[in-house]
Nanobody, 116 residues
Framework: QEQLVESGGGLVQPGGSLRLSCVAS????????MTWYRQAPGKERELVAA????????NYADSVKGRFTISRDNAKNTMFLQMNSLKPEDTAVYYCRADVAWLQFWGQGTQVTVSS
């Protein structure tokens, strides 16, 4: 069964850092384009960062460029999101998504709260 499990969220002060992980199972992770999304209360889900199957091409939302870094380890079926210089407006539930062939899978999300 296909599964994505996010972890690494939590409460952090403004200016702090967190590293999110997304572990995949049940499908060919190395063939999947992987994406991080986030959804803040009362707002639509938005794309944060994406990475192609080989990890060679990345894309970021303007709001996180220069602060967040997406990466993946295909040998460990894991994707990461390193988040630095966090701001209160980064507070949201963060989800990972996998697109492989015509299929799409979502994780359950991990809460990130940036507050003093």
């Amino acid at each position: 069964q296909e599964q994505l499990v996010e972890s690494g969220g939590g409460l952090v002060q403004p200016g702090g850092s967190l590293r999110l992980s997304c572990v995949a199972s049940g499908f060919s992770f190395m063939r999947a384009t992987m994406t991080w999304y986030r959804q803040a209360p009362g707002k639509e889900r938005e794309l944060v960062a994406a990475i192609n199957s080989a990890g060679a091409i990345t894309n970021y939302a303007d709001s996180v460029k220069g602060r967040f870094t997406i990466s993946r380890d295909n040998a460990k079926n894991t994707m990461f999101l390193q988040m630095n210089s966090l701001k209160p407006e980064d507070t949201a539930v963060y989800y990972c998504r996998a697109d492989v062939a015509w299929l799409q899978f979502w994780g359950q999300g991990t809460q990130v709260t940036v507050s003093s």
